[in-house]
């Protein structure tokens, strides 16, 4: 008999910079004037060192492979953010003019070598694929365009954000998906508690995001994924799902609970996700 593994659930230097306010914006939109190197070192110079070599040799590797089809190379998340964990991925967004495969084979040692050294993701866009995909994965992405920092070429984001309707919508499929997830990680993983703690520590990216989108279309104000579920957790004014958020936190640090902890924490969280979707279908 083979035994279940649990699977994942499914996240300055000033000078050169200006802000422009617009409180319509899902993000405050950023205006960078730096050569795109002076840009790549500025906006990596908060980041364990480890993360920014890395980062730099996957960074020329890809202008040396798609040269003039490289528009743009965003890391977001909690990176993004200068708020890496120990634990933390590294999550990358390149966009291109076209997909060109003898361009992408020159990329794959590059590649392989950056998620060995610091769990680097890639993410790969068309220019012509963000509006789509933003449409597509509007949860996905609205966290992206709030936590993202360009480190070369241009920002894909600058004039667009996700539609509200297609926000609302995917934040409604996204919430109530996790709902029936947890359910059958629950069935089946609670009497491995091992692997019921990985299955926490990987609901919180999609749960936190959705916080924050949630406050973003009740017209609050726009705050860290963290942040936003702690706020709206609060709301509800229940001392274990408050609590629960600790142990959510533990989870994501060291990939484990307390025995005895894992089973009655998913049930908090999966009571967590229901209220959340009860207060996303309240958007119109």
Do not use: C, W
């Not at 533990?250 to 089973?263: F, H, N, T, V």
Request: hydrophobic content about 45%.
């Amino acid at each position: 008999m083979r035994l279940q593994t649990a699977k994942p659930i499914t996240a300055e230097v000033e000078s050169p910079t200006k802000t422009r306010e617009n409180p319509t914006r899902y993000h405050q939109q950023q205006v960078n004037n730096a050569n795109p190197r002076e840009l790549a070192m500025s906006n990596m110079n908060d980041l364990p060192a480890v993360v920014e070599k890395s980062l730099n040799s996957f960074i020329e590797a890809a202008k040396s492979a798609f040269g003039d089809d490289l528009m743009s190379v965003v890391i977001y998340g909690s990176a993004a953010e200068g708020r890496m964990r120990a634990t933390s991925d590294v999550n990358i967004l390149l966009v291109l003019k076209r997909f060109d495969t003898a361009e992408a084979d020159a990329l794959r040692e590059p590649l392989r070598m950056a998620s060995a050294a610091v769990e680097m993701h890639a993410m790969f866009l068309l220019e012509s694929e963000v509006s789509l995909a933003m449409e597509a994965f509007a949860v996905k992405f609205a966290d992206i365009v709030a936590r993202h920092r360009v480190l070369y070429g241009s920002d894909p984001f600058a004039n667009v954000d996700p539609p509200r309707d297609a926000l609302v919508r995917r934040l409604k499929q996204v919430l109530l998906n996790l709902q029936l997830r947890l359910r059958e990680r629950y069935i089946l993983l609670s009497l491995r508690e091992e692997q019921l703690a990985l299955v926490i520590a990987d609901a919180a990216g999609p749960l936190r995001a959705s916080a924050a989108s949630l406050l973003h279309l009740e017209g609050k104000a726009t705050m860290p994924p963290k942040e936003a579920l702690e706020k709206i957790t609060g709301e509800f004014g229940d001392k274990a799902l408050i609590d629960v958020l600790h142990d959510i936190s533990s989870a994501r640090e060291a990939r484990e609970l307390p025995p005895g902890k894992a089973g009655p924490v998913l049930i908090h969280l999966i009571e967590l996700t229901r209220r959340l979707r009860e207060r996303a279908e309240q958007l119109k």
